[in-house]
């Protein structure tokens, strides 16, 4: 195989297909998602088949357990993708929407319409729910797609590739709408990363050395985010229950998720009062504690974190606290080592919580909530694509809207300009 011809293949086909998505009525697109669900709840025996020589071939090669478990197609799994793909049909198709249409003093009408991206290549890691989770997104919003999937997954990749075709065809849209690269072969990425003649945005999910490759390297703009490092701030006014259940809740929830506090942030007056019922919940789950000098004057078993420990996102049960004087030292705090990806503030002072809202400048910002609600679905988005801490084009969780842009429209009646 040519790796780039055959790559070229597949962003013309995209193209053609995308400009044909780009009018595809909602309904059509709808009944594509539920055939693709059938085809998949029809298919459990194949899919189950396939990705058991991908866990086989994980196993021999050394992947870690963690990563062999999100490989997993099992049945559960399965059952979460055809529900994604009903979700999603269900959703509003943001396509054609038109907003803040007024009229100018010449009596033309302008406004905004929201349109499709066009061609989408997106590269992931391990997960085959992602390839079902990204299609239907790239469907609904009208955009074609050109997916790579690790090399770990990639039987399973194509016997899904296998259902979404032939959903695509149930509803009479072309099958190259949803492309999904056949081969292992790393410069498939490196071809998908700099065709821009047919692709319009690169989405990377994956860990850091991955992002940081496509960022580096791609020729077409990327929607990204390398790190999660989030912080919650505990405020000397905050409510106590609130602050102990929102902390351990954004730590213990999941561990290995972007959305996962790295670092807390506690008010000096209110540490002696919170901290020590933070660590009998912390150790007593099997958290490492690292700390600043005074965190470890009240926490015994917390060890003296390092500089380099407030730059980490451990994606594991380890934890990084600092006692700061207040609000101010904690937003200083954030601005020099956070990611941009989410923070929150736990405090009753309605005050500090609109400066902590306004100053912060993350994707995500929250008062009295978990970091863990920084999420597609927890928002309303239904599924996303991913979650972007860059400000152009879109930021936050991406979902439907996300990928979509705005053109200007304008309405006239013979309107000519004097």
Request: net charge negative; charged share 20%.
């Amino acid at each position: 195989m040519d790796i780039k011809d055959y790559m070229q293949t597949l962003g013309s086909n995209a193209k053609h297909a995308g400009r044909v998505l780009s009018r595809t009525e909602s309904g059509q697109k709808n009944r594509a998602l539920l055939a693709i669900a059938d085809a998949i709840d029809h298919s459990r025996s194949v899919l189950a088949s396939e990705n058991q020589k991908d866990l086989v071939a994980g196993l021999a090669n050394g992947l870690p357990a963690a990563a062999l478990d999100r490989l997993a197609l099992t049945p559960k799994a399965i059952d979460a993708m055809i529900e994604g793909l009903k979700q999603v049909a269900a959703l509003p198709d943001p396509v054609g929407e038109i907003t803040d249409l007024s009229y100018r003093p010449s009596g033309i009408q302008v406004g905004q319409m929201r349109v499709p991206l066009g061609v989408i290549g997106i590269i992931y890691e391990s997960r085959p729910n992602v390839t079902v989770d990204a299609a239907a997104l790239c469907l609904k919003s009208g955009n074609a797609c050109i997916l790579r999937g690790g090399s770990e997954s990639l039987h399973s990749n194509q016997a899904i590739a296998a259902c979404i075709s032939q959903g695509l065809q149930a509803a009479e849209l072309p099958d190259t709408a949803v492309q999904i690269v056949a081969t292992a072969d790393r410069a498939a990425v490196g071809e998908l990363i700099t065709m821009n003649a047919y692709v319009d945005i690169i989405v990377p999910r994956g860990g850091k050395s991955l992002i940081e490759r496509i960022s580096q390297e791609a020729t077409i703009p990327v929607i990204k985010h390398l790190d999660g490092i989030c912080h919650v701030y505990i405020d000397d006014q905050a409510d106590i229950a609130k602050a102990v259940a929102i902390a351990d809740n954004a730590k213990t929830h999941r561990y290995g998720v972007c959305n996962a506090m790295e670092t807390l942030l506690v008010a000096e007056s209110i540490a002696h009062r919170v901290l020590p019922l933070l660590a009998d919940i912390f150790l007593a789950k099997g958290v490492e504690l690292r700390g600043c000098l005074k965190t470890c004057s009240l926490i015994p078993e917390c060890s003296r974190a390092t500089e380099q420990d407030w730059h980490t996102e451990y994606l594991a049960p380890i934890l990084s606290i600092r006692i700061v004087d207040g609000i101010d030292q904690a937003m200083e705090h954030i601005s020099h080592y956070s990611s941009q990806h989410t923070e929150a503030i736990v405090t009753e002072n309605y005050t500090l919580a609109r400066r902590f809202l306004r100053e912060v400048d993350s994707s995500s910002v929250m008062v009295n909530a978990s970091t863990r609600f920084a999420d597609g679905f927890e928002y309303g988005l239904g599924a996303e694509i991913g979650i972007s801490t860059d400000k152009l084009h879109a930021r936050g969780p991406v979902g439907l809207k996300g990928l979509t842009s705005l053109k200007f429209i304008v309405l006239g009646d013979g309107h000519i300009r004097q």
